[in-house]
Structure formats: structure tokens, C-alpha cells
């Protein structure tokens, strides 16, 4: 009886758990593309003292571009891809597209203080990752033509 007692407490008690953890889950939202393009127009505005015309653009880059990126993440999720590569490659080339389209936005000052809280690492990082990709393919035409 004392095991069974054992085994019905520890049913319940793995229920409420599941119920638990199932609730906490629902409750998880993906992030609100929007809002976190209004926090990073805003977080360059007081970084790089934007004028309002250059906020306005900033910010309107975002919100195409930031939910843009998060659906073709989400269609690479929807399709099961499990390649991480393709994933990056996709932040890259938004994160591409947002800085070139900075470049026209930014002053002189503003684009160096820009790269220098950041954004020339990023920068960087995105190339080297670019070159290794070219690399690898480069590297696989070669095979192919051999075989």
C-alpha cells in the first residue's frame, strides 16, 4: 500500500510539473519584432545623437527589415532545417542590408561611432564567416570537376 501511495503521489506530482511547465510555455512569446526595432532606433538616437529625420529612418529600416529576417528564420524553422550555417547566413545578410542602408543614413561621425560600439566586430565577423563559406564552395566545385 505504502508503494502505491509512493506511485500515486508521484503521479501527481509529474502531472502538476507537465501542467506547469505546458503553461509556462504558451506564455513564452516569440519576441516582438516591433519593439525591439523601436528599443534599437532608440539606443542608436541617444548613442549617436540622430536628428529626427535620421531616427524616422532608422526605425522604419527596422521594422521592415528585423521582421522580414525573423520569417525567413521562421520558414527555415518551419522546413526543419537543422543546418545552423543557414540560419547565420540568413542574420547576416539582413544584418548586411541594415548597415548598408546606416551607411546612407549616418554622418561621417556618426557611421565611425557606430562602427566603433560594435559594429565593425560584427562587421568583421560576418566577412570572415562569408570568405569560409566562398572557401568550402570553391573548395566542393573543385571536387565535382574531378569526378
Given amino acids: 500500500m505504502k508503494n502505491f501511495s ?5 503521479s501527481a506530482l509529474l502531472l502538476q510539473a507537465g501542467a506547469a511547465t505546458a503553461i509556462a510555455q504558451e506564455q513564452q512569446e516569440p519576441p516582438d ?11 542608436l538616437q541617444r548613442l549617436l545623437d540622430l536628428e529626427d529625420w535620421q531616427v524616422f529612418y532608422v526605425d522604419s529600416t527596422l521594422k521592415h527589415d528585423f521582421p522580414a529576417m525573423s520569417e525567413e528564420l521562421m520558414e527555415l524553422q ?29 554622418t561621417e561621425e556618426q557611421w565611425g561611432t557606430y562602427l566603433k560600439n560594435g559594429a ?28
Fill in 6 to 10: 509512493k506511485t500515486l503521489l508521484l
Fill in 120 to 147: 565593425a566586430k560584427q562587421q568583421k565577423a560576418r566577412e570572415k564567416r562569408k570568405q569560409k563559406a566562398m572557401e568550402a564552395e570553391r573548395k566542393l566545385q573543385e571536387k565535382l570537376e574531378k569526378m
Fill in 78 to 106: 518551419a522546413a526543419k532545417v537543422s543546418n545552423s550555417s543557414l540560419y547565420i547566413s540568413v542574420q547576416d545578410k539582413w544584418m548586411e542590408k541594415i548597415d548598408s542602408t546606416y551607411r546612407t543614413i549616418f
Fill in 33 to 43: 519584432m516591433l519593439e525591439i526595432a523601436e528599443n534599437e532606433a532608440d539606443r
